[in-house]
Every structure is written in structure tokens, then in C-alpha cells.
């Protein structure tokens, strides 16, 4: 029997990651999730849901596919606070999310994973834009699964709310955190690209970041 194949989930503690998570886990991924915390920016309510999610569907969904038995979380609020200077600010939606996936394509060198899962839905916040998506997926090493990209936000609070996990994930979106009155819809490469120079290359930073992976145990298996 052919071995499933692992992506690496962004799970952020919002609503629309565990809708993606359960999807690819029905059709057979196993999941190995990451939580971005930014902390110490915020405190750990995003990775509180998250891990309450992610334990919600390990118990309730019977799928061929498996979640990881352990969180990680990866501290990044001091390395995404440089980008609230000036020339940058308009671009931290985008330049986290860049972040992000560098990040998740570290990992997924590590455990061997084949491709990275987001919860993103075509249009819904200002990185998700069709001219800022290509910025973020250039970030990655690796192919991105995005089930959700279609949808519309009401469709997935329908989806969450069949799975259990809508009220769990419920709250204020934390990673709005440090970000612009008015992010850019359409993120200039270059600019993005000397923005991160500026900060020591977006592959450091990624680097730097994972110093802080830590494990959050969901199971005992």
C-alpha cells in the first residue's frame, strides 16, 4: 500500500485552517500542523485554539489520514515587528505570510513532507488577493494546498459548524495585531524582496525563527 502523503498545515487559530486541515485529512493527507505564535506581541490565545482544534478533529474525524500528535508552534512576533517600519508597514500582511511559508518549507525539509496546506480563501483579507497570492506562494519551496480558495466565509462557518470547530475558533483575529490601516492588495516583488534584505534575507529570519519551535502535545498516541 502506498504511503499517504504529509503536508505541512498553517494553522493559525482562526476559522478556516481546521476546515482545510479536515478536508485534506479526509482525502487521505496525514498533517503535520504549525502554529506561527506572535507572541510576545499577543499572548497564546491563537495557539490555545489552535491546539483545541486540532485535538477536536484528531478525536472526531476517522479518516486513512492522521494529525501529528504534536503542535509546533513557532514564536515569530519580534521578527515581524520589523516590518512595521515605514517602508514595509503597507506590505506586513504579505510579508508575514511569506514568512510564514518559508518557514513551513523548513519544516517540510525536515520531516519530509511534500507540500504545505493554508486555510486561504480567494479575496477574503488583503494578502489573499489574487495579486498578493503569487507574492506569498513564491515564499515557498513547495507546492501549496489551498481547499478553501473558492469558498465563500459563509460557506466555511457552515463547514466549521458540521465539523464542531467553529465555536473554537471564534474570537478576534490576533495576527491583525501589528498590521496597517491600509494594506496593499498588490505587493511589489521587488519591494517585498528588499524589504526582507534589509532584515537579513527572509530565509534567515526563518531560520531565527524556528530557534523558538517548541512541541505542544494534542495526543498520546
Not at 75 to 97: C, Q, W
Not at 115 to 137: H, K, P, R, Y
Request: glycine fraction near 8%; proline fraction near 4%.
Amino acid at each position: 500500500m502506498a504511503q499517504a502523503p504529509t503536508c505541512i498545515a498553517l494553522v493559525s487559530g482562526g476559522i478556516d485552517s481546521p476546515v482545510a486541515v479536515a478536508r485534506m485529512l479526509i482525502s487521505g493527507w496525514n498533517i503535520i500542523p504549525v502554529h506561527c505564535s506572535q507572541e510576545p506581541i499577543t499572548g497564546t490565545e491563537a495557539e490555545d485554539k489552535t491546539a483545541a482544534s486540532m485535538k477536536h478533529l484528531i478525536e472526531t474525524i476517522n479518516s486513512s489520514g492522521k494529525i501529528d500528535s504534536n503542535l509546533r508552534v513557532v514564536l515569530v512576533g519580534e521578527i515581524l515587528s520589523k516590518f512595521t517600519e515605514p517602508n514595509a508597514h503597507r506590505d506586513y500582511f504579505v510579508h508575514m505570510k511569506r514568512l510564514f511559508n518559508a518557514i513551513a518549507s523548513d519544516i517540510a525539509d525536515q520531516v519530509g513532507a511534500t507540500a504545505i496546506l493554508t486555510g486561504e480563501n480567494l479575496g477574503q483579507v488583503s494578502s489573499q488577493t489574487l495579486g498578493n497570492l503569487g507574492a506569498v506562494e513564491e515564499a515557498s519551496r513547495f507546492r501549496i494546498l489551498r481547499p478553501l480558495l473558492g469558498l465563500d466565509k459563509q460557506e466555511i462557518i457552515d463547514e466549521a459548524r458540521v465539523l464542531g470547530t467553529y465555536e473554537i475558533s471564534t474570537g478576534p483575529e490576533l495576527c491583525d495585531a501589528l498590521g496597517p490601516d491600509r494594506p496593499t492588495t498588490v505587493a511589489d516583488l521587488t519591494r517585498l524582496r528588499e524589504n526582507e534584505k534589509l532584515q537579513g534575507g527572509l530565509n534567515q529570519l526563518a531560520k531565527k525563527s524556528l530557534d523558538s519551535l517548541r512541541m505542544r502535545r494534542l495526543s498520546s498516541e
